[in-house]
């Protein structure tokens, strides 16, 4: 993996919304990924407003996971402190390998997301 020697500037264009790993999401991609060589990657996502939440219990393979919320509200349940309702100015860091689902969220969210590595894998649990 190769850092970016040079510093990179991602200008904000609401018309970078993709759809990504939930349908009741938007992301968009700040460059992290890029810059970092793949370490890590940085997005902006924001709920689809009609779009309901499907609760489903998951964690990641990834060494580093936070979150931070700007607009809205989210409320989400983990398996080690229960349910947790999150709003603007509220951060969150979820430990690799923690069980954790979303329950619900306004449909003003707007967080910002930092995970390590950019490449990571969702596991469900077995039933």
């Known amino acids: ?36 060589g793949g ?12 779009e309901e939440v499907i ?9 580093f996971q936070m979150f931070y919320v700007i607009a809205g509200w989210v409320d989400f349940e983990y398996e080690d402190i229960g349910r947790v309702r999150m709003l603007p100015g509220s951060s969150v860091y979820q430990p690799p390998g923690v069980m954790h689902r979303e329950i619900e969220h306004s449909e003003d969210l ?12 969702t596991d469900l649990p077995k039933e």
Do not use: C, N
């Open 1 to 36: 993996m190769k850092l970016q020697t040079r510093v990179t500037h991602a200008a904000p264009d609401a018309s970078d919304y993709v759809p990504g790993l939930r349908s009741y999401f938007q992301y968009r991609d700040t460059g992290i990924k890029d810059a970092t």
């Open 39 to 50: 370490m890590f990657t940085a997005h902006v996502i924001r709920a689809v407003p009609g």
């Open 55 to 63: 609760p489903q219990w998951h964690s990641h393979k990834a060494s």
């Open 110 to 121: 707007v967080i910002l997301e930092v995970v390590s590595p950019a490449d990571f894998a």
